[in-house]
């Protein structure tokens, strides 16, 4: 029993694969690049579900790497139109509704954010199958596992892509709206390119008095992050 339940597809902590992977990502990609963006290039979805596969497909679920989504983003990066990003981070609905109401673009609006978004995938050395019973757990088992460096790999590529001005929605009901560890914090923020000037949105719940503001700790350690990268910073409190 000890000696399948360590080495079997059941090792891990975190849900497995998300049923019919590959049929969800060629039916999303479809419905984007035909209905939701249909005036975006032309893409191969076939192509972008077999990129998406080889990535991980056959390779150690705890050993992934930036460099083995290279082929994968390079057929979508997910770029957006200047001035349009919106970036989030504990924040996920609301954010969403603000980008949506204001014609503006999360990562989950380009193409493979949309593609991803609420998934769950990993392989297995040997096998050319997706493992449906467990993967790696970001916290319990490894970092860099598969959905963990997508996550990273195409938020910093999304970053680095930012001109103009771009926002964030943060969560002002938390003690610190703005989390250094969060992908916002570690991956996005970090990328941004001088000249750039991030307008950071804090809302918070109606009916309770907000737990940070643009004035707390949180929000000035975001700021020197900017600081040191020469990005500009404008942070507006009270958002409902
Ligand atoms: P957050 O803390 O609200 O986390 C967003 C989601 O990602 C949560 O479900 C969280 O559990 C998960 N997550 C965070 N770090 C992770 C990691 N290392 N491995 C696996 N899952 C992880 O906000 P955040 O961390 O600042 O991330 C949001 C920002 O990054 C957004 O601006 C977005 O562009 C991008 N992002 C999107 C998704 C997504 O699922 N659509 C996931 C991660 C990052």
């Given at each position: 029993i000890y000696k399948w339940h360590y080495s079997g597809l059941n090792r891990w902590h975190g849900a497995g694969s998300t049923a019919d992977f590959q049929k969800i990502i060629q039916e999303r990609c479809d419905t984007y690049t035909?209905?939701?963006?249909?005036?975006?290039?032309?893409?191969?979805c076939q192509a972008i579900r077999q990129a998406f596969m080889s990535a991980f497909i056959s390779k150690d679920p705890c050993k992934a790497t930036k460099e083995d989504y290279n082929s994968l983003i390079n057929l979508a990066p997910p770029t957006v139109p200047c001035g349009q990003q919106v970036f989030w981070s504990k924040t996920k609905e609301l954010a969403h509704e603000y980008a949506k109401r204001r014609r503006l673009m999360t990562l989950e609006d380009t193409l493979l954010g949309y593609l991803a978004d609420g998934l769950s995938w990993c392989g297995e050395p040997g096998s050319s199958d997706l493992n449906i019973w467990s993967c790696p757990d970001w916290r319990k088992d490894c970092r860099t596992n598969y959905v963990s460096v997508f996550w990273e790999v195409l938020s910093e590529r999304f970053a680095e892509s930012a001109c103009n001005t771009v926002r964030v929605v943060l969560n002002g009901?938390?003690?610190?709206?703005?989390?250094?560890?969060?992908i916002f914090g570690r991956v996005e923020a970090p990328n941004l390119r001088p000249q750039v000037e991030l307008e950071a949105w804090l809302v918070h719940d109606t009916g309770k008095p907000p737990s940070?503001?643009?004035?707390g700790s949180s929000i000035r350690k975001l700021k020197s992050i900017l600081d040191g990268r020469n990005v500009k910073f404008r942070c507006m409190d009270n958002l409902r």
């Amino acid at each position: 029993i000890y000696k399948w339940h360590y080495s079997g597809l059941n090792r891990w902590h975190g849900a497995g694969s998300t049923a019919d992977f590959q049929k969800i990502i060629q039916e999303r990609c479809d419905t984007y690049t035909q209905t939701i963006r249909p005036g975006s290039r032309s893409r191969n979805c076939q192509a972008i579900r077999q990129a998406f596969m080889s990535a991980f497909i056959s390779k150690d679920p705890c050993k992934a790497t930036k460099e083995d989504y290279n082929s994968l983003i390079n057929l979508a990066p997910p770029t957006v139109p200047c001035g349009q990003q919106v970036f989030w981070s504990k924040t996920k609905e609301l954010a969403h509704e603000y980008a949506k109401r204001r014609r503006l673009m999360t990562l989950e609006d380009t193409l493979l954010g949309y593609l991803a978004d609420g998934l769950s995938w990993c392989g297995e050395p040997g096998s050319s199958d997706l493992n449906i019973w467990s993967c790696p757990d970001w916290r319990k088992d490894c970092r860099t596992n598969y959905v963990s460096v997508f996550w990273e790999v195409l938020s910093e590529r999304f970053a680095e892509s930012a001109c103009n001005t771009v926002r964030v929605v943060l969560n002002g009901s938390l003690e610190n709206a703005f989390d250094s560890m969060s992908i916002f914090g570690r991956v996005e923020a970090p990328n941004l390119r001088p000249q750039v000037e991030l307008e950071a949105w804090l809302v918070h719940d109606t009916g309770k008095p907000p737990s940070d503001s643009c004035s707390g700790s949180s929000i000035r350690k975001l700021k020197s992050i900017l600081d040191g990268r020469n990005v500009k910073f404008r942070c507006m409190d009270n958002l409902r």
